[in-house]
């Protein structure tokens, strides 16, 4: 990776209003090679917190990011063969009684 240009990323997203990030992560080959936290407007639910400044340890709203990353992480499961069968009744049973 090459650390001038992971460097020259964290402007673009400071400078892009419409996408308010609150925090940018890349991964590579399984080790964490950026981590760069953002100040921006924030929302909890339908209430303004006005412009808060992001950091690792900061709890917040996620609300439908959830829905992502629970896709993102059964379609690894998928990928990887830990999941059979998303439509398989006996997963969904086991998923119930582990919630």
């Not at 892009?16 to 964490?32: I, S």
């Not at 936290?37 to 992001?54: C, N």
Request: with cysteine.
């Amino acid at each position: 990776m090459d650390a001038d240009m992971l460097s020259g990323l964290a402007p673009q997203f400071e400078n892009w209003d419409e996408a308010n990030p609150h925090a940018v992560l890349m991964v590579r080959r399984g080790k964490l090679v950026c981590e760069r936290y953002f100040t921006g407007e924030d929302r909890a639910w339908a209430t303004s917190l006005g412009r808060v400044t992001y950091h690792a340890g900061l709890r917040h709203d996620l609300r439908s990011v959830t829905k992502s990353i629970t896709s993102l992480l059964f379609g690894i499961g998928v990928d990887r063969g830990w999941i059979d069968d998303l439509d398989d009744r006996s997963f969904h049973s086991s998923l119930n009684t582990r919630i």
